[in-house]
């Protein structure tokens, strides 16, 4: 029988430019080594993360969602020798943290996850927004490790048209890297682009991604908004059952996920429920 646990709920932001993505490697730098490190350090036992949205190299986080399940009798390293009344369980916790970890990674906040919290698969949705600039000069200088600059102007009316036939549910085989066993069917919610002078700004929601998609999508809407592609074109995509070589994907750089999306508290145990069933019989239908 396994030892008592506590599940703490995690909110994180980081720059993702010099991680090798969410997902621990071995001999690479990754937001989930980083901080789980961290964590057992604090905890004085290993400790596994769970995430979210696994984010890829590169890729930044402003409200990205985990979990850990810490040993109960473990959870009194995360408390001050004096602890006061009137300030939040665990703010004692992310200020040690703060102290343990580099400045490109922030645990904001730490809770008692409620009955039921899976940061995976109790999500309901996520929330990525890709940055461009256009500007004949680039990327303005502060901004310039979250936006992407595009040397050619782009057609925003044109890739808002072109992204309206891809909302739903789809298979997004041509839009995402091919992971053995994994399914590619998604509900794209919403895929809409906006324009505030020389930034352009994709915003993409759905209620899950797989690997590599949204800046897939982001990818292949550029070459619409050039003028080497059309709609059409865009909507054959969906046909696929393989990534396309027909389009580059955009750069890392860009893309930040900016919210995860969950239900009420006493809906989160039959949301993830729902979620596992829904992974195991999608990817049962491709295998």
């Not at 996920?257 to 508290?265: A, E, M, N, R, T």
């Amino acid at each position: 029988m396994s030892a008592p646990s506590t599940r703490l709920r995690l909110d994180l932001a980081y720059d993702g430019t010099e991680f090798a993505g969410w997902a621990v490697q071995t001999g690479q730098r990754t937001v989930a080594g980083t901080v789980g490190d961290a964590l057992t350090t604090v905890f004085r036992t290993p400790l596994r993360l769970v995430v979210a949205g696994r984010t890829d190299a590169g890729v930044h986080a402003e409200q990205q969602v985990a979990h850990v399940d810490v040993p109960t009798d473990a959870l009194r390293h995360a408390y001050s020798r004096t602890p006061r009344p009137d300030q939040p369980e665990f703010l004692a916790l992310v200020r040690r943290l703060a102290r343990f970890l580099p400045s490109d990674v922030r645990v904001r906040a730490i809770s008692r996850a409620p009955a039921g919290f899976d940061a995976r698969f109790a999500a309901l949705r996520r929330h990525y927004r890709y940055r461009l600039s256009t500007a004949p000069y680039g990327v303005e200088p502060q901004h310039a490790r979250f936006v992407t600059a595009w040397p050619r102007e782009l057609d925003v009316d044109a890739m808002n048209a072109a992204c309206a036939p891809l909302l739903g549910l789809h298979d997004f085989a041509a839009f995402c890297r091919h992971r053995r066993g994994a399914t590619t069917v998604r509900d794209l919610q919403e895929f809409a682009w906006v324009r505030e002078h020389h930034v352009i700004t994709a915003r993409v929601v759905a209620d899950a991604f797989c690997w590599n998609m949204v800046r897939s999508l982001v990818g292949a809407l550029l070459a619409v908004g050039e003028g080497r592609r059309d709609r059409d074109w865009v909507t054959g995509l969906l046909d696929l059952r393989r990534r396309s070589s027909d389009y580059a994907a955009a750069p890392a750089r860009g893309l930040t996920l900016v919210g995860v999306d969950y239900p009420p508290d006493d809906q989160l145990a039959a949301r993830t429920v729902v979620t596992r069933d829904l992974r195991v019989r999608r990817d049962s239908s491709e295998t």
